[in-house]
């Protein structure tokens, strides 16, 4: 690009806050949070090596049953919100009039740019037994009796669809605005039925920003703390609660880390497993 | 089916309908939260029981409005620093790894690439925590072998920045080198023709072209760090930010000025969106 004799400091001056911030703050946390890992206090109190909080979490079958717990609640929220979101973002790009495109797509948006915490706090407000539904309900009859709808496993999976919600459409739209119209009006001239042309047409091309979508809305979900610590009950443990719990309530880091250790590995297991299975590479993903 | 093809009449009321619960769903909670914050009751719930500003600016001593809540004062001012800090830092950092993956060839340039994405894959909590851990072991080594204790490896204000600067730089990043992506690079030639240096040409010339997307960025990061919760949870000392400190609130049962604070967010967070659009739109014409 910029050819002949070209000195070397640009580079360095560019280089130099960057291998700061990637190994200050992002390489060695990560090694130091791997090698409390394998630290543990024997008897004598002395801080020995040992693969003993691994076992622990394996031996505990409240840990690995949380962990299993949110693994899978993270693959339900995923799943309901590509459900929820791709019709929403085929009818912004393809069935409403081309004029109110950029308003819906902006109305669409602007919840995301509120904080998590009051989004939360808005759903709680609705849904608790003294909240705003409960209210209607009696008033029109339906109800006698107040019914607490907060503090289940419904309200914190709907919580978490609602705040991931972003990250699907924003992937989906942008697949879906480059959909050829011509492709369905071709299918739809040859006889072909609704749902041929969403299973054929449709989803075939808005593979990629599915897949996007729902690695980043699973990863999401998985590493969420707000949402599944407001909504859910006390017994709907999340793992990232037994990450705080380790570390702030326990004062047990080791086996804090541990725990973090296990998370960042079936996150990036499986974040990869979804690249791989759609072909697609990380930095098309994240942008 | 589409806009352009016959549709059964069914088919685009039903179509219609859901998309109206949709928005329904989406706005329902901030709009009831906004709407309580004028109720004049003690609970942030219905029945509705008139109109009023106490939340807001009520004195006290039975009801204390935003206005006068110490407390939560403290706490927005101290996001507004975390966020004004976290913005700057990782503009001036983001721009310069934008650079450097635009414009520069170097060894291993492809494996810092993808260490420099890590942190978006990265879980908010998990990167709490390590930090964490590495500026207690690093404190403690410190004061192990020189016998000086750094507060700034302590939780606290400092370390909030760190923290939520290491993923947000990463986005900067990536905003800024999409724009760096669309530069004419004939322009740089033309100015080092006339014997203008590098440094020269990145401040006369590519940062100028550049400057609408460094305050889009710029606005995405403080958005991003003053909103944060799961990373700034493990960091935070004795000077808790917004989001914390209404979390503690929440958890422990609420009242209407929780309501007023978050109007006050969603009519900000929306305008400097909305702000940042227009700009980033006029620009782009």
């Known amino acids: 690009m910029l050819a002949g004799a070209k000195s070397k400091l640009p580079l360095f001056i560019f280089l130099t806050p960057i291998l700061l911030w990637l190994f200050l703050l992002i390489v060695l946390p990560h090694l130091d949070l791997l090698r409390m890992s394998f630290r543990i206090e024997n008897d004598y109190g002395d801080m020995i090596w040992s693969v003993n909080n691994y076992l622990e979490f394996f031996r505990e079958p409240i840990y690995w049953l949380t962990f299993a717990r949110t693994a899978l609640y993270a693959i339900i929220v995923t799943f309901l919100t590509l459900c929820i979101s791709l019709p929403v973002a085929f009818y912004i790009t393809k069935v409403a009039p081309p004029r109110f495109k950029g308003f819906l797509s902006l109305l669409l948006l602007m919840p995301f740019w509120v904080s998590e915490l009051v989004r939360v706090y808005g759903w709680m407000i609705l849904l608790r037994e003294s909240g705003v539904i409960n209210h209607f309900l009696l008033k029109w009859g339906i109800l006698r009796q107040p019914v607490e709808m907060l503090y289940n496993d419904v309200a914190m999976t709907m919580g978490l669809v609602y705040t991931s919600m972003l990250f699907m459409v924003v992937p989906l739209l942008s697949v879906l605005d480059n959909l050829d119209d011509s492709l369905i009006e071709a299918a739809f001239d040859l006889g072909s039925t609704t749902p041929t042309i969403v299973w054929k047409i449709i989803i075939p091309h808005a593979m990629p920003g599915i897949a996007s979508g729902s690695i980043v809305v699973f990863m999401l979900t998985l590493g969420n703390y707000l949402t599944p610590n407001l909504m859910g009950g006390k017994n709907s443990l999340w793992f990232t609660e037994q990450i705080y719990n380790q570390f702030i309530a326990s004062f047990n880091w080791n086996q804090g880390s541990a725990f973090g250790f296990l998370l960042l590995i079936i996150s990036s297991l499986i974040i990869f497993a979804g690249l791989k299975l759609t072909n697609q590479k990380l930095s098309k993903v994240v942008q | ?285």
Not at chain 2, 15 to 36: G, M, S
Not at chain 2, 74 to 82: L, M, N
Not at chain 2, 158 to 183: D, E, H, P, R, Y
Not at chain 2, 229 to 239: A, E, I, K, R, Y
Request: proline letters at 4%.
């Open chain 2, 1 to 285: 089916m589409i806009r352009t093809l016959p549709q059964s009449r069914g088919y685009s009321i039903s179509f219609k309908i859901y998309i109206i619960l949709f928005f329904i769903f989406l706005f329902a909670p901030l709009l009831i939260t906004c709407v309580l914050a004028f109720n004049d009751s003690i609970f942030p719930a219905l029945p509705w029981k008139g109109y009023t500003l106490d939340w807001f600016f009520s004195e006290g001593p039975e009801r204390i409005g935003i206005f006068h809540d110490q407390i939560n004062l403290a706490s927005i001012w101290v996001s507004f620093k975390t966020a004004f800090f976290v913005a700057l830092l990782s503009t001036v950092v983001g721009t310069c790894g934008a650079f450097l993956f635009e414009q520069e060839t170097f060894r291993f340039k492809q494996l810092l690439y993808f260490l420099m994405l890590a942190p978006l894959v990265i879980p908010g909590v998990i990167l709490g925590i390590s930090i964490l851990l590495f500026s207690n072991t690093l404190g403690l080594f410190v004061e192990g072998r020189f016998g000086v204790d750094i507060s700034l490896l302590r939780p606290g204000f400092w370390l909030v920045v760190l923290g939520q600067f290491s993923f947000i730089t990463t986005l900067v990043t990536l905003i800024v080198s999409a724009q760096l992506k669309k530069f004419d690079y004939s322009l740089e030639e033309a100015a080092m023709n006339l014997g203008a240096n590098r440094f020269q040409v990145i401040f006369h010339i590519t940062l100028r072209f550049l400057k609408p997307a460094l305050l889009g960025a710029m606005a995405v990061a403080f958005l991003m760090s003053f909103e944060n919760f799961n990373t700034t949870l493990f960091l935070v000392g004795s000077d808790a930010t917004l989001p914390i400190n209404l979390y503690l609130q929440v958890r422990d049962g609420s009242t209407p000025v929780i309501n007023a604070i978050s109007f006050l967010l969603i009519i900000g967070t929306s305008s400097l969106a909305l702000l940042n659009l227009v700009v980033q739109r006029d620009r782009s014409k």
